[in-house]
């Protein structure tokens, strides 16, 4: 009995101390038995404790979430990805692991090389290149960061704003301007003395012209329609014939505009006989009417108009009517020499010059203006389109008779 309380107390005092059983008494009996392989108290099998999970699988340093690390050996318990020893807490984000939490922050889109907590992409660097290449952006290209600019070389066309658009290392170079006009950096491009043109004006001579109904400018600075012709939107046009912007006459190949359609332009054949012949006054009997200017018949007939009219301009003319338009270059006249006189005639009356105009449908306008001549003369210009002709403030010669002046043929042609 004595024994068995003694017993008793050195389990009581085991327990207290330590709460492990003294050799004899604990999993293993006397004899090597344990009390743990048997059945339990419902007749199962008894297991072995389970392992502790692995700490820090990649070797990094750094230890999965839920890890045992009673040693502390861990530098975190929070690596994202225990099988990547690139990939743990406070790791470099790199441009060579782009799209990767490297840091296991949660966040996989942010580059920070220099690791100083704060995103390099995105941040504003110098690019080294020239004009408005030379600001840029950090971002990653082929895996590594670089500095990129925001403009990239060529992108931008060059223009007249002081900059070097294009970054070719040269300012506002090239044709950044308009035909006709200036740049003056950041002014922008001049005509002149004055600001760009704009619309449909263009810079002629410094000065700016609207070229869209011009028929002197049409589409251009001295783009010239032909005669007879109109200008809409920059383009010639006669008839249902329309040019291209800007590229002349709508007429093309050896051919006019007459009454809208382009037709062929046969110099030598004179158009006075289709025309009706009148003056201001002058030969009225049969040998002597208007009607001998245009019937086809030379100084050798002796059959003429004269015109009331003296050495100095008084407002007298001789004229041509055509049923319908005709384009009209270059005249002829048929007189007496100056210094002679023919069939029967005193000498001095000669047609010595006048100004040459053509009806425009509201008015007449001159075109050329002759003087001094002393015998048969002719007379060319830029073909233009009419339905009448006339030889106004037509003079005499100043020597011998000095008026009264004779014009045996007047003819007249399309060039």
């Not at 199962?44 to 990094?60: R, Y």
């Not at 100004?355 to 008015?363: E, M, S």
């Amino acid at each position: 009995m004595r024994r068995l309380l003694l017993t008793g107390l050195a389990l009581l005092c085991a327990c207290a101390e330590g709460g492990r059983l003294p050799p004899r008494l604990s999993d293993r009996g006397e004899g090597g038995l344990s009390f743990r392989d048997g059945p339990g108290p419902g007749g199962e099998k008894q297991s072995p404790e389970a392992a502790p999970p692995l700490l820090d699988g990649d070797k990094d340093g750094h230890c999965a979430a839920g890890s045992v690390d009673p040693g502390g050996i861990c530098k975190s318990l929070n690596d994202c990805d225990d099988g990547d020893a690139t990939r743990y807490p406070g790791a470099a984000e790199t441009c060579a692991n782009a799209a990767v939490d490297n840091d296991c922050d949660g966040e996989s889109k942010d580059v920070d090389e220099d690791q100083d907590g704060k995103d390099d992409l995105g941040v504003a660097c110098a690019t080294g290149l020239p004009g408005v290449c030379a600001d840029g952006k950090r971002q990653c290209q082929d895996g590594k960061l670089a500095c990129a600019p925001g403009v990239a070389p060529g992108a931008v066309k060059e223009s007249c704003d002081g900059a070097d658009n294009d970054c070719n290392g040269k300012v506002d170079d090239g044709q950044v301007c308009a035909a006709g006009m200036t740049c003056a950096g950041s002014q922008g491009c001049r005509c002149g003395s004055g600001p760009a043109c704009t619309g449909s004006k263009h810079c002629c001579s410094g000065s700016c012209l609207d070229v869209s109904a011009s028929t002197a400018n049409c589409g251009g600075c001295g783009v010239a329609c032909g005669a007879g012709e109109s200008c809409a939107s920059e383009a010639c046009s006669c008839g249902t014939v329309v040019g291209t912007k800007g590229g002349g006459p709508a007429c093309q190949g050896g051919t006019s505009c007459v009454s809208g359609l382009c037709q062929t332009c046969n110099p030598t054949t004179n158009l006075a006989p289709q025309a009706t012949a009148s003056s201001s006054g002058g030969g009225s009997a049969a040998d002597y009417l208007p009607a001998q200017m245009n019937n086809g018949l030379l100084e050798a007939s002796c059959k003429f108009h004269w015109v009331s009219a003296g050495s100095s301009a008084g407002g007298d003319w001789i004229q041509y009517t055509w049923p319908k338009d005709v384009t009209i270059g270059s005249l002829w006249f048929d007189t007496v020499p100056a210094t002679s006189g023919v069939c029967s005639t005193t000498a001095g009356r000669t047609l010595a010059g006048g100004k040459v105009q053509i009806w425009t449908g509201t008015a007449w306008s001159t075109v050329t203006t002759v003087s001094s001549k002393s015998n048969d003369w002719s007379v060319s210009f830029a073909p233009v389109t009419t339905s009448k002709l006339r030889l106004y403030d037509l003079v005499a010669t100043t020597s011998g008779f000095a008026s009264n002046p004779i014009i045996f043929e007047w003819r007249v042609f399309c060039q």
